[in-house]
């Protein structure tokens, strides 16, 4: 499913023209995010179902999301670099949409999933804090010499026929949410993106793979093909995972060019140094089946 079928950039043209009669400014040290893209030749970019923005730390991946997530208005969680001069550059971009883009749309980036697995930690500390605490209770009530007196009483009453017709350890669990099941950041993080992305809508992914292992990302990869092939989802995505960049049939923007053009994923630099390190390390991988 097509959902934003194109966008455009700001061309060194339009830039000069912000610098020469937009702006009055000279005190800022950065006008962030203009100068990013002219140098790139890089200003009409048209989707596919699945499209990916690859290339190098700080050629303008996460950028180029926040940009597309800012003009379309999509939902987002975590705060990121809004410069003096952001909402000014995203005005002057334009986005072709193909069909109105969904209210579940959203931008998920490699800081909301980081919050999600603190708010687990965090969430997780303060049950078994809370057990601690109902330990004492327990031991407390059950062997009280409380007499109900008043309906005052009442509520004291209740846990003191709990805890002298339970078990410790029914009664915490009666008085107790039960724990948040405790995975490994991996497992919970993957688990975020398939709680996170429905059927019917747009997404905007940072660097997704950040917390997952390679067997996790594999999964990711085979999760968003068939949410892209079968629940009418749009994705475009920022990586460097060699996994997902083997999507198939993904568009690729190869930003390591000049000008910035599509490759195929074999083609890449990142994926090129994995198979060059991997056949330097062949012989290695016969003799452990050997």
């Not at 109900?148 to 008085?175: G, H, I, W």
């Amino acid at each position: 499913m097509i959902y934003l079928n194109g966008f455009t950039i700001p061309d060194e043209s339009a830039e000069w023209n912000f610098f020469v009669y937009g702006t009055k400014e000279s005190c800022f040290n950065t006008y962030y995010p203009y100068q990013i893209f002219p140098k790139m030749e890089f200003e009409k970019m048209t989707f596919e179902t699945v499209t990916i923005f690859y290339g190098g730390n700080g050629t303008g991946k996460t950028t180029l999301l926040n940009i597309i997530a800012e003009k379309l208005r999509l939902t987002r969680n975590a705060v990121f670099n809004r410069s003096s001069f952001f909402e000014r550059y995203v005005s002057s971009c334009r986005a072709d949409i193909e069909k109105t883009i969904p209210n579940a749309s959203r931008i998920i980036t490699s800081d909301d999933v980081f919050d999600y697995l603190i708010d687990l930690r965090n969430l997780n500390d303060s049950i078994h804090s809370k057990r601690a605490e109902l330990f004492e209770d327990y031991i407390e009530n059950r062997h009280s010499n409380f007499r109900f007196r008043t309906m005052e009483d009442y509520e004291r009453l209740k846990k003191v026929n709990q805890a002298r017709s339970k078990t410790k350890s029914k009664y915490v669990k009666a008085n107790l949410i039960n724990n948040v099941r405790e995975y490994s950041n991996g497992e919970s993080a993957f688990k975020f993106f398939t709680e996170k992305i429905k059927e019917n809508a747009l997404y905007l992914l940072d660097e997704p793979e950040n917390s997952l292992s390679p067997k996790r990302q594999i999964e990711l990869a085979q999760f968003i093909e068939e949410a892209a092939r079968f629940y009418r989802c749009q994705f475009i995505i920022s990586t460097h995972s060699p996994f997902l960049l083997a999507l198939p049939y993904a568009k690729i923007y190869n930003l390591d060019l000049v000008p910035v053009t599509t490759s195929k994923w074999t083609e890449l630099e990142n994926v090129q140094t994995y198979f060059r390190f991997f056949e330097k390390h062949r012989q290695d991988f016969i003799n452990s089946f050997i």
